[in-house]
């Protein structure tokens, strides 16, 4: 780890004293031989017997010279050049000892090696030229206090963070004055300095004359030099400190992941002889029971000395375990790597108990103990991890209603060539028929739009109901879609219903005039979707097995679908699998991406990613061509779908953005929902795309939609990106809940297990509990095994508790399975309870502030910086928009 040293002397305002003997030394090291020059051919030769006596004499005038970086040069190897450096720099450092200010400021400006910016080498803020004799006579005059830092870098640091000339101290310090200022508690209109760059040997260095204008004013603490050295080190190492941080920061994760299972063995192993730390236990409820008498806030800082003794002994207690006694050490060790680079000594490691980090620890543990007391029982939360699958789950769940109910019905024959594949007689039927007329493929084009035709579902709507009023069925069909997905009109299901049946008896009329492939397959798709009629799936496996025995691709596909998932026929991924080849050798899109994800996963075919990634990527061109002709929203969706995962072509969440978009304006619940999380997702989504997300999510709630629903609740839960309104979510998530949401369900049951946000209420928690759980919900299964097993408003039933932790634990959930085994082994449950959330707890206390990044050949100011520059400049006489913002970043 790069270091950096720093030393503050001064020369104390109106003293005239100078010590004879430190004034002889000054005289001896200068007329010394060799003491300003080193011939480099022998600076490698072992130091002189006059070197050493000085060094020695050095050392002893002056001890702290012993912290310095040459003096450690000179130490590992003591050589003429080192042992010169090692001189020089003692003499530099302690000026203000030996020297006269007049002689300081002519001798940082003028000495050999010094950095000139013109005659010499003494610059301050800005660009203004100094005229040497005149900063002489001015800081000899000054009546107060006269601060000399010096800043010293090891020459390959310097080299290597752009720090080895004048020009970028010069820009560094410029910015960073002000704080400076702050650590000397000096006002920034009364702060002068100065400041001179010595590239000098190993280790370049700067030397500063700082005071204020204000004679009274200033002073420096060791706080101020270690507040003074931070700053530095952030504006000089800032890249390097961050990259430290972040590997604490994986560090940190590690711990947390072996909390939890340092955790289940601490837990198991309570009660075993083989455990050395088993008075936890004994510790926690010894506490609770003291604190059961004690008065005032039930916080650290507020309990009385014997009871804080009593969190610490279980914090140390705790930490005694091996791999959070590991995992500290590794946190501690990083943390000294920080604070190494502007501490010179640094304190010894403190036990985990005094560790001003950890005391949310120690408050948490008190809280636990008071819940305790007060027989409310603890029920932990599932982590962020869970919540991710949670919401993995439920978007897998999404895309797989997706799937079914956004299947592709071809309606425009035109598009896909279809008035080439099938002759069709304009007198099928005497009142209906199936013709894909001018009109209706007018309406078709205002329907979805067009590079040359502007979306318009008025036009649409007038162009399909003269149709459908003429008895085309192929209109009838549009005309339950406008109705069911609002499109121009408002949302009517009992109008679209009344339009779907109106299709599907066409479609059967025309069907028992002449057996056609098209209407097999369009009656068969109805049934399947429950499209003017109950939903049917052996009906719709009887009409699109006529259709399919066609060869026609779309039967073979959807036909496919009902063999993959099992409705209607007996489940068979094999003929599932040779369906959709059937239909994908034709280059239907949506059999090659079923074929893909088969072909991927290994369901009823060997698993072989070549060809998924073949067809997934032929599956993705067709749906563009599709697309380009139709503008059909479920197309839309699939294109969005495959852009957002990256699933045959390259992830551009922009573009899956667009198609969504288009989608959702033809009313696509699915794609609303898909580009409202997106949107949600987005670091810093802007507040007009919030609003739009908002808007999606509920248009798509209003429609019945349980993921939509769930996941607007969650928002007004968490007062995210809208109001927090407790009322507002528990309507939502038992709306979802009642259309089957499990996560709907385990929610409100937490909620009113809790009853932080609403009046807690066992037997509706254990309602919606049992309604989550029965539809294999881990997490409620996990909840209500607990309950039953701590008879947390119910009659303790340890039958009941065993069958959810079993549930639960058939699922991976790892503390179902501890309850298990470990049933019989609990006195109190709830104490155990408490200590696990203790070790949670404990892992999320490794936190730290990532410093401020450096550019490596300077500095880039921050906001706060910027605003101290602001206030000084405007202290000087310059107006508030003074300040060219353009230079700021160097």
């Known amino acids: 780890m790069a270091r950096l040293i720093l030393k503050c002397p001064y020369f104390k305002g109106g003293s005239k004293r100078a010590s004879a003997h430190l004034g002889n030394l000054v005289n001896y090291i200068a007329t010394r031989d060799g003491v300003e020059k080193i011939n480099i051919e022998n600076g490698n030769l072992s130091s002189t017997t006059k070197q050493e006596e000085l060094i020695l004499q050095l050392i002893k005038e002056f001890p702290n010279t012993k912290n310095l970086f040459e003096y450690e040069d000179y130490i590992k ?102 704080d400076i200022a702050e650590s000397l508690k000096i006002k920034p209109e009364n702060f002068q300095w100065y400041a001179a760059f010595h590239n000098e040997g190993h280790h370049p260095h700067i030397h500063m004359i700082c005071y204020s204008t204000d004679p009274k004013e200033g002073y420096l603490t060791k706080k101020g030099i270690e507040k003074m050295k931070s700053g530095f080190v952030k504006n000089i190492f800032g890249q390097e400190l961050k990259e430290i941080y972040i590997e604490q920061s994986k560090r940190r994760d590690k711990l947390k992941e072996e909390s939890r299972e340092v955790l289940l063995k601490l837990i198991s192993e309570m009660e075993k002889d083989t455990f050395q730390n088993s008075n936890v236990e004994e510790l926690f409820i010894g506490f609770a029971e003291r604190l059961k008498f004690s008065k005032g806030k039930k916080q650290y800082g507020y309990l009385q000395p014997k009871l804080k003794a009593m969190v610490d002994e279980i914090v140390d207690e705790l930490a005694k375990d091996e791999r959070i006694s590991k995992a500290y050490g590794l946190w501690y060790e990083m943390r000294k790597e920080v604070l190494n680079s502007y501490i010179d000594n640094l304190p010894e490691p403190l036990p985990l108990s005094k560790q001003k980090e950890f005391k949310s620890v120690k408050n948490m543990i008190i809280k636990e103990a008071d819940n305790f007391n007060k027989g409310i029982f603890s029920f932990e939360e599932i982590t962020n991890d869970d919540i991710d699958i949670v919401d993995e789950e439920i978007d897998k769940v999404m895309d797989n209603r997706a799937e079914e109910n956004t299947e592709f019905i071809e309606l425009e024959g035109g598009n896909l060539d279809l008035t080439n594949e099938i002759e069709v007689s304009e007198d099928i039927a005497e009142d209906v028929y199936v013709r894909w007329s001018d009109d209706y493929k007018r309406a078709c084009k205002f329907l979805y739009g067009t590079d040359d035709i502007v979306q318009d579902f008025k036009d649409a709507l007038y162009l399909f109901q003269s149709e459908a009023e003429k008895g085309n069925a192929l209109a009838m069909l549009n005309m339950g879609r406008i109705f069911a997905d609002g499109l121009g009109v408002e949302i009517d299901m009992e109008e679209s219903y009344r339009w ?115 067809y997934f990527s032929s599956a993705f061109m067709g749906f563009k ?227 401020l990044k450096s550019s490596g050949v300077g500095v880039k100011i921050d906001s706060k910086l910027l605003k101290k520059l602001r206030e000084k400049k405007m202290a000087q006489g310059h107006k508030k928009d003074d300040y060219e913002e353009q230079n700021l970043e160097l």
């Open 77 to 178: 190897n003591p050589t003429l050049e080192n042992a010169s450096e090692f001189i020089s720099i003692a003499i530099e450092e302690n000026f203000d000892k030996i020297g006269k200010r007049k002689n300081y400021v002519d001798y940082i400006a003028n000495r050999p090696r010094v950095e000139r910016m013109g005659k010499h080498g003494l610059f301050t803020g800005g660009d203004d030229n100094l005229v040497l004799s005149r900063i002489a006579d001015e800081v000899v005059n000054h009546e107060g206090n006269v601060w000399t830092p010096i800043i010293s870098l090891r020459r390959e640091d310097a080299k290597r963070l752009g720090f080895d000339n004048a020009e970028s101290w010069h820009n560094m310090l410029s910015y960073y004055a002000i």
């Open 500 to 614: 779907y049946e109106k299709a599907l008896n066409a479609f059967h009329k025309v069907e028992d005039k002449k057996s056609w492939k098209y209407t097999e397959y369009c009656t068969g798709k109805m049934y399947s979707q429950g499209l003017g009629t109950e939903v049917d799936y052996e009906r719709a496996a009887y009409w699109l097995s006529l259709s399919a025995e066609e060869g026609y691709k779309f039967a073979e596909y959807s036909l496919g679908g009902l063999y993959y998932r099992g409705q209607g026929v007996e489940q068979s991924c094999e003929r599932a699998f040779e369906l959709y080849l059937k239909s994908a050798k034709q280059s239907f899109p949506y059999a090659e991406f079923e074929l893909a994800k088969m072909y991927h996963d290994g369901i009823g075919t060997n698993r072989n990613e070549e060809e998924s990634n073949k």
């Open 625 to 851: 061509k599709l697309e380009k002709k139709s503008h059909d929203d479920k197309i839309q969706y699939r294109l969005g779908w495959m852009l957002q995962n990256g699933v045959g072509t390259e992830k551009d969440i922009g573009k899956a953005k667009e198609y969504y978009e288009k989608s959702a304006r033809l009313g696509n619940t699915f794609a609303c929902y898909s580009l409202a999380k997106l949107i949600l997702a987005e670091e810093n989504p802007e507040k007009e795309e919030v609003k739009k997300a908002i808007d999606y999510l509920k248009q798509t709630s209003d429609t019945g939609n349980q993921f939509a629903q769930y996941s607007l609740g969650k928002l007004h839960l968490n007062g995210e990106y809208v109001d927090k309104n407790i009322l507002k979510a528990l309507e939502l998530f038992k709306l979802s809940a009642e259309e089957g949401n499990e996560y709907a369900a385990y929610q409100l049951g937490k909620l009113y297990l809790k009853g932080e946000d609403i009046t807690k209420d066992i037997s509706s928690a254990v309602k919606w509990l049992k309604l989550s759980s029965e539809k294999g919900n881990q997490y409620g299964q996990y909840l209500l095994g607990k309950i039953y097993l701590m008879g947390e408003g119910v009659p303790r039933d340890k039958k009941e508790a065993i069958k959810w932790f079993t549930l639960s634990a058939e699922q991976g959930n790892e503390y179902a399975q501890f309850f298990l085994d470990n049933m019989d082994k609990f006195y109190n449950p709830s104490v155990s309870l408490a200590v696990s959330k203790m070790f949670h707890h404990m892992s999320k206390t490794f936190e730290d502030n990532v410093p």
